[in-house]
Each structure stands twice: as C-alpha cells, then as structure tokens.
C-alpha cells in the first residue's frame, strides 16, 4: 500500500493464549492502521490485556502469530518496545517519585539524551497540562492527573503507536472527557491508538471496533457498519424508545409483551425490539397508555444494542462465532476490518532499520530511580541502618549457648604405645574426635589457622620414657578459643582427664610399691601426667567474641536479602515492573540498577557492623581488613542473588517474606553461627555446604580471630564462590522480562 497513512501497523492472525486448561484468547484476527483510533471492547476478563502484553512482547502467545510495525512480537520485542508506549490499567508509575522524576525518568529509559529529554518534555506537559505540578509526588495527584502523567511518560520517546490499557477506568466523566480530547489530538498527529475499554460511548469515538467476549472476536469494524448489522436489527423488526412512568418496574412486563424480542433499560427510557406488526400504538394500547403520553419513538440501535445482541448470539451458540464483518459491495474502500474479514490483507509496512540493542541500556535511568526511593523512604534507611545495629547488640549480648564434640588434631612425637592410649583416652570421652595425624609444626599449626580443627594435642617424644621413669611429662593441648563454647569444654574436659589419667598411674605404682608414682623436677611427689591446655585467639573465652563475627554475616544477608526481594516483588505488585518490562530497557541493565544501590548500601552497613564489632564489643581485627572486605562483597553478592531468586519465586510481599525466611532459617540454624556443624547428622551436614553463610561465617570468624591468610581460607572461599555463580545463574535465568 503506497499511502503511508493506511498502512497496517498491527496484524494479528489467529492469535491464542492459554494458561493452563483457561483459554484467555482464541483465534484473534485483526488489522490496525496508521493513525487509527482502534477500539478493542470487552467486558472484564474476556482477553483484552492479554492481547496488549502479547502485542507488547511480554506475553509469548500459545499459537497465532502478531506483527506490530513489521516487527514479529514474539521474536522482535525488543525492537517494538523502542516505538510504542504503553498506559497500562492501572496507574502504575513510582508514587514516591514526582511529576519531573518520573517523566525523566521514562526519557532515560528511552535512551534519550538531556537535551531530547528536556524538549519532549515540554511537548508532553504543553500536551497534559502538568506544567503547574512538576514538583508534585505521582501518588498525590488525583486519579486524572495520574493518567495525564501515565500519558505523558508513555509519550516521553515520540511512539508511533500508543497502547492504552482501559486508560479512563476509575476517573471521573470530566477527566475522561479531558483525556479522550488529548487522544483525538495525537490521532491527529498520526499517532495510532490501541484502546480497550468497556465503556459504549468511548466505542463511539473510535474509527474501528473489536468486540471481545469470552476469549473469541465477535465482531469488528466501524461503529457506523457495526450499527446496520443483521444480527443487531433482524428483518421483520422494530427498535423504539419508550418514555414511561417507574420504566425499572415495568420493565418485566414490557418484556413479556406479545412481540417484544428484547427490552433493555436506557437511563430514565426503555429501548425495546419488537416485531414489525407491533406498532407505536398497539404497543401504547398494551401499556394501557398512549403514544403521546408514553413518548414513543423510533430509534436506531446502539453499539451496546450491537454488543448485547451479539453477547446473547454467542451464549446461545455452543458453536464458537466467526468473526462479523459488515458485507461491502466490493473491495473498493474497505476498512481494515472488512479486508479481514474478506481476506483482502493489504501489504505489510517494511520496518525500518533501527539501532542495536545495548546491553547495558536504561542502567544509569535504573540506578537514578533508586536512589530516590531509598532517599523518599525512611524506613527503609532505618531498616537498612539502625535495626542491624540493635540486632547486632542484643544477639551479641544475650545469645550464650553451650556445645559439645570437638574436632581435634594430634601432633605424636612419641608413637608408642602409652601416647596412643592417651589419645584414646581423650576420643573415649566422646568429647573429641580425632580428625588428623601430623607428622610436623607447619601442618600442625595450619589446622588450627583454618579452623579445621578446634584442639591440637601435641605429644613430646620423651613421652613413654619419662612415664617409665616415673617422672612428670608436660603434654602441650592448645584449644582454639574464637568458640567460646567449644573452648570451655576442650578446657574443663582435658584438665579433668589428665587428673583421672594421673590418679590411675598413681594408684597402679602405689599397688606395686610404696613410692611416688612421679616427681617433679624440684624433685617433689606429683602426678605423672600433666596436662597444659592453652587457649588461643580468644583466651578469656568471651562469647561476644564468637557471636559477634557470625552476626555480622547473618546480619548482612538479612537486610540484602529482604531489601533486595522486597523491592523487586514491590514493584510487580504495584504494576510498576510490568510498565519496565514494555520499555527498552535490558535485562542487564534492569537487574544492575536494581541490585547495585542495595550492595552500595550493603557494603556501608557492612562497614557500620564492623566497627560496632571493634568500638563496643572489642573484637580487634587480626587478619587483613582488604582481604575481610573484599571476601564480604563476595558474600553480598551471593545474598543480593538470593534475594532476586525469591523475587522471581514470590508473587507478593507476603510471600516474599515467607520464602525470605525459609532462606534465612537454615543460614542461622544450620551455618555453624548457633550449632557446632561437626556435631550434626550426616545428611544435614551434607547440605550445610549449600548454605552461602557457611562458608562467610567461617572465613568471618578465621579473618577476624584467627588472622587467617586467604591460603588458609581457600576451601571456604572456592565454596562461597561456586554458591554466588549458582544462586546468581538461576536467578537471572529465571528472571525474564515478560509475564509468567
């Protein structure tokens, strides 16, 4: 078609949806032109949203095919997006944003530069009015001005063609009237409008009509052709409109009239359909009135008259209905609609070349719009900044629970058999349990370092001899003190056992013969064993300095777990992300502007957490400040994954708080921050190392007390790593920029 005027923008061919066993939409076929007004009508849930997100590209079809402006919408959405607007059903701009953010906000969106964004914002407000109310919060304005912004950010980029969802729902008649005025001004400007409603007079205002029911197209063309259908005004009848007294109450008995074939009440009048004997004054005679005192009067039918009839047809048609276009005399001239009908399709508009697609677009619009939210929520920044201190403070404070089961190295420079009985002695407690043999210091010390083991036993090689001799032998038992729980036991369980292991001595020899079982080395009577357990990196055994480190990563997956999820599933809620998802904006660039202010203020309230950790509690540092860091952002990362995995997952902010906790139960139970891991069953010790906070806590508490090097963290850090790029890949495979 050489008139770029009529060309077809919209083509739709037996489009279908289904979800699950609901067929939301069933063979839909329609043609829009440029600069049309089309008008897709339908009572609430009949398919008219699900078209648009199909048209749209954020709703893949079931079967069918859509092109808009050349472009396929399933496989081309990207590419449509950077040519139409869309106004969705409900408001669904950032209420904590103002009139100028929000408008700005689209234009970055857009990829407009400030000089563009700063010219067509002054064409849409000249447009909308909204000149006087740039400074005004979104969620103040009344329900006409927020569809007069909704129109301005959804025209910001100049479209082509605009989508509006029932844009006139829930505002009053002279604000619907005010926004049908700014339509008819854009169709004049060749913008073409998709419009669904449910409202008969805005039908009337289009220049062509869908009538949607129950999933199926009943009937499409203009109001005029739709009007002079067969189906609405039957051969052999009459349309009249009847002017009587208490017209509700009497509409059952107008109905039952001899003749009339439908009544419908019509304001303060009757429209009745009746057979074409029944006249207007046999008609009066069986109201017992008069023509003129009834005020009847032949009227043509309606597009509601249209609408009904035809809803009525279908109900009574277990036969799903073709699609009723008005029969035309040839070809000459036909609407769009007609040409569907008839099969005449006119040529597809070739699409013209448009820009690639970075993959970081809309990222600096993404990033802008969240600060401000954090900005215009001071509950949030109390959330993010002073809870985590007070949980710091009471868990730190109030938390000291006892432990059992201790892994334990031994160093056995001796090797025979009475140092073997000694190390039996100590796992016989069920306190201990052996888990390495070394052969040298370095290895000794490194199991210690890396928390591996919580005990180390060394035995002097003059062990078994001085035994023999009867003399006293020191044997060295260093106790890992960052737990203060293990540490008490180790401690209290090693003294006890080598008093008891000294008296058996002492009582054998004493058997035997009348001597001391063992001197001193002042020469004096004493045990023969002497147990020297040393604590090490917490010798005071303070609690604060055990729970306190694990705190601080529990703390932090905490607030960037739930912020995280919250914001996303916030914004479904609201409608805000589906209006996202119709822009531009990449998936890359959505998700990074999303989680890059949330691991900003992670990483402060990180360092807030630490310096409580210092200042108040006084557990110093001993390793590197850079390497904790560093390894903490590691951590953040993983916990911003998790909160994206539970925004794909929750519907609503209740259930994001519910799934959140199933994430955050098995983090404080199951980590190690609370229960010792080595005293769990096996199975649930499997699957604490699926737990990020496992592995955090550990290098927490190894940075910070022991002084632990990132060698000595190495199996800590490759299992927080390999859960960060697990959590992160199936959490961005499942967050798609479409509706489920």
Not at 250 to 256: A, D, G, V
Not at 407 to 434: A, H, K, W, Y
Not at 440 to 447: C, N, Q, S, V
Not at 613 to 624: A, E, K, T
Request: hydrophobic share 45%; proline share 6%.
């Amino acid at each position: 078609m050489s008139d770029q005027s009529s060309a077809v923008v919209i083509d739709v061919h037996e489009l279908s949806r289904s979800f699950g066993e609901l067929v939301a939409v069933r063979d839909v076929s329609f043609q829009v032109q440029r600069a049309s007004i089309f008008g897709l009508l339908g009572p609430n849930g009949s398919g008219k949203s699900t078209i648009i997100r199909m048209l749209l590209g954020i709703l893949s079809p079931t079967s069918g095919s859509a092109n808009v402006l050349g472009y396929d919408a399933e496989r081309d959405a990207e590419q449509i997006k950077r040519r139409v607007g869309y106004m969705s059903q409900q408001f669904s701009l950032y209420a904590d944003l103002s009139v100028r953010e929000n408008i700005e906000f689209y234009g970055r969106i857009y990829g407009l530069s400030s000089d563009r964004i700063a010219e067509r914002q002054a064409v849409v407000l000249g447009l909308t009015g909204l000149e006087d109310r740039l400074d005004q919060l979104a969620g103040t304005l009344s329900g006409g001005w927020k569809q007069r912004l909704a129109l301005a950010c959804s025209l910001i980029h100049d479209p082509e063609i605009l989508f509006l969802d029932e844009p006139t729902a829930g505002i009053d008649p002279v604000a619907r009237r005010q926004l049908w005025d700014l339509l008819f001004e854009l169709s004049g400007r060749g913008v073409t409008l998709f419009v669904t409603t449910h409202y008969m007079d805005e039908a009337e205002r289009c220049t062509d009509v869908g009538y949607i029911y129950m999933s199926q197209l009943l009937v499409l063309g203009k109001p005029s052709d739709l009007k002079s259908l067969p189906a609405v005004s039957p051969a052999g009848s009459r349309r009249y409109e009847l002017r009587v007294p208490r017209p509700a109450e009497r509409l059952s008995e107008i109905r039952k009239l001899d003749g009339v074939r439908d009544a419908t009440l019509f304001g303060e009048t009757v429209h009745v359909m009746v057979d074409e004997h029944l006249t207007p004054k046999n008609l009066a005679a069986e109201l017992s009135t008069s023509v003129d005192e009834a005020d009847i009067r032949e009227v043509p039918p309606t597009l509601e008259d249209v609408f009904v009839t035809l809803t009525k047809n279908a109900q009574e048609d277990t036969v799903p209905p073709e699609p009723i276009v008005p029969a035309p005399d040839n070809a000459q001239g036909l609407t769009v609609s007609q040409k569907v009908g008839l099969g005449v399709v006119p040529p597809e508009a070739p699409a013209p070349p448009t820009k690639r697609s970075r993959p970081f677009a809309g990222l600096l619009a993404i990033l802008v719009k969240e600060f401000y939210h954090i900005r215009r929520q001071p509950s949030t920044i109390f959330f993010m900044l002073v809870v985590p201190v007070m949980q710091t403070i009471i868990f730190g404070y109030a938390i000291d629970i006892q432990v059992e089961h201790i892994p334990m190295v031994v160093f056995n420079m001796d090797g025979r058999q009475p140092s073997q009985q000694l190390v039996d002695s100590f796992v016989n407690t069920r306190r201990f349990d052996t888990v390495a043999y070394v052969e040298d210091d370095d290895t000794f010390h490194h199991w210690m370092a890396t928390g591996d083991a919580k005990v180390g036993m060394k035995i002097p090689p003059y062990y078994s001899d001085r035994l023999l001799r009867g003399e006293q032998v020191e044997v060295q038992v260093l106790i890992d003190g960052s737990d203060s729980q293990v540490a008490t036991t180790a401690l209290n369980t090693s003294q006890l056992l080598g008093v008891n292991l000294s008296l058996q001595l002492a009582k054998q020899k004493a058997e035997a013969v009348q001597l001391a079982p063992a001197r001193d080395p002042t020469g004096k009577a004493d045990l023969p064993i002497d147990i020297r357990p040393r604590l090490l990196y917490n010798p005071d055994l303070e609690s604060d300095h055990f729970f306190v480190p694990g705190l601080v990563g529990i703390i932090l997956q905490l607030v960037t777990l739930f912020l995280t999820s919250f914001a996303i599933v916030r914004e479904r809620e609201l409608g805000t992300l589906e209006q996202l998802f119709v822009t531009p904006v990449s998936r890359a660039g959505l998700l990074l502007g999303k989680l890059i202010p949330y691991a900003i203020v992670g990483f402060i309230e990180t360092l807030i957490m630490l310096t409580v950790m210092i200042y108040l509690f006084g557990v110093p540092i001993r390793g590197s400040v850079g390497l904790l860091l560093s390894l903490s952002m590691l951590f953040m990362v993983c916990s911003l994954g998790l909160g994206l995995l539970v925004s794909t997952i929750a519907k609503s902010q209740v259930e994001a708080v519910q799934f959140a906790f199933i994430v955050m139960l098995p983090s404080v139970l199951l980590s190690g921050f609370v229960f010792p891991r080595s005293q769990m069953p096996l199975p649930i010790y499997l699957i604490t190392f699926a737990i990020p906070a496992t592995y955090f806590i550990e290098i927490l508490r190894g940075i910070v007390l022991r002084g632990a090097g990132l060698m000595d963290l190495v199996p800590m850090v490759t299992g927080l790593t390999i859960c960060a790029i697990v959590v992160l890949t199936i959490s961005v495979t499942r967050f798609r920029k479409q509706l489920e």
